[in-house]
């Protein structure tokens, strides 16, 4: 092999050099980007937990002077979202046929109500059933 391919190979191997140092500085600037994002987003999440946080207290106060009880409210609103979802989540006519209905109706309750309570449980299976008509 002449000197002509040995310099063309140093030629290719050079050029692919360039290239991967231009992915990974490209690459970096992408991991830079993404960290200031991701502080950026943490310091605005921090603050909308303070922020609740002192929502909550002054709703707590309001409430307790009203004699509201908020447990109760919070819970009635859970379960119109899970009313809603249901709503939207309504099943076919072969969907009604299986127990498979059943399952995706406790997954979008789960999702939006997190834990039931007992009695939540029980004033949402009243309402579904026609008890309360």
Not at 51 to 79: K, N, S
């Amino acid at each position: 092999m002449g000197l002509g391919g040995t310099a063309r190979k140093i030629q290719a191997l050079a050029d692919k050099a360039e290239e991967t140092y231009e992915r990974l500085d490209k690459l970096r600037s992408e991991v830079d980007e993404t960290r200031t994002t991701v502080t950026e987003t943490a310091t605005r999440v921090e603050r909308l937990e303070v922020e609740m946080a002192e929502q909550r207290a002054i709703l707590e106060a309001v409430a307790g002077e009203l004699d509201v009880e908020l447990e109760t409210v919070t819970a009635e609103a859970h379960i119109n979202e899970a009313e809603r979802l249901t709503d939207e989540m309504s099943p076919t006519e072969s969907e009604e046929e299986s127990d498979s209905w059943i399952d995706v109706t406790w997954v979008g309750l789960s999702r939006v109500c997190g834990p039931l309570r007992v009695g939540a449980w029980a004033h949402w299976e009243s309402l579904n059933s026609g008890a309360h008509a």
